[in-house]
């Protein structure tokens, strides 16, 4: 009897100290629109503070952040932010010559895409998503820096966010993809 009351107790406080892990951009399926064949760089992907924790945050108030409970990140989010960036650029534009930077390659690099996320965070209703990013062509030394702003609707569930967080940064990154392109 005794253990099996020992037996139910480890169960009761292993289950409910359960941990939920999230990630963005396991599915992506993008549609290339051109090819490039130019060395392209990604500089590490610049996140605010609270996405830098391990765990997943919501904003409560215009003053008010708080962790979700029991949810946390599976990957770094900078770590994966900078990923996603460099998979959607080499499948959109059919190049595998897109690299993080600073990397062992050769110094035929034409552009590099530095990305600087002010603001990335759910709430009950909304994920806002705001952002620089700089594309400089290094031949010329030239570059130009553009604002990005979304809001994508949410509910106040863990799942709703993270499809409305992945679809502002998907939305972000085809923004920065055009750019690319449109601009050779």
Same mark, same amino acid.
């Given at each position: 009897?005794?253990?099996?009351?020992? =037996?139910?107790?480890?169960?009761?406080?292993?289950?409910? +100290?359960?941990?939920?892990?999230?990630? $963005? +951009?396991?599915?992506?399926?993008?549609?290339?629109?051109?090819?490039?064949?130019?060395?392209?760089?990604?500089?590490?992907?610049?996140?605010?503070?609270?996405? &830098?924790?391990?765990?997943?945050?919501?904003?409560?108030?215009?003053?008010?952040?708080?962790?979700?409970?029991?949810?946390?990140?599976?990957?770094?989010?900078?770590?994966?932010?900078?990923?996603?960036?460099?998979?959607? =650029?080499?499948?959109?534009?059919?190049?595998?010559?897109?690299?993080?930077?600073?990397?062992? +390659?050769?110094?035929?690099?034409?552009?590099?895409?530095?990305?600087?996320?002010?603001?990335?965070?759910?709430?009950?209703?909304?994920?806002? =998503?705001?952002?620089?990013?700089?594309?400089? &062509? $290094? +031949?010329?030394?030239?570059?130009?820096?553009?604002?990005?702003?979304?809001?994508?609707?949410?509910?106040?569930?863990?799942?709703?966010?993270?499809?409305?967080?992945?679809?502002?940064? $998907?939305?972000?990154?085809?923004?920065?993809?055009?750019?690319?392109?449109?601009?050779?």
């Amino acid at each position: 009897m005794p253990k099996l009351l020992l =037996l139910l107790l480890i169960l009761l406080f292993t289950a409910c +100290g359960s941990k939920k892990f999230y990630t $963005l +951009g396991e599915q992506l399926n993008i549609e290339s629109k051109t090819t490039h064949t130019e060395q392209i760089d990604v500089v590490k992907v610049i996140v605010p503070k609270y996405l &830098k924790e391990h765990k997943v945050v919501r904003q409560v108030t215009p003053y008010q952040i708080e962790l979700v409970d029991k949810a946390h990140w599976l990957i770094p989010m900078e770590k994966k932010l900078t990923q996603m960036l460099i998979d959607y =650029l080499q499948q959109s534009m059919k190049n595998p010559n897109i690299h993080l930077y600073p990397w062992a +390659g050769d110094n035929k690099t034409s552009k590099r895409i530095a990305l600087d996320i002010k603001r990335f965070i759910a709430s009950n209703k909304k994920v806002s =998503l705001r952002a620089n990013y700089t594309i400089t &062509k $290094l +031949g010329t030394n030239s570059s130009k820096t553009s604002y990005f702003e979304t809001e994508v609707k949410t509910k106040e569930n863990i799942e709703s966010m993270m499809q409305a967080m992945e679809e502002a940064y $998907l939305e972000l990154l085809e923004e920065i993809s055009s750019t690319i392109i449109n601009n050779k």
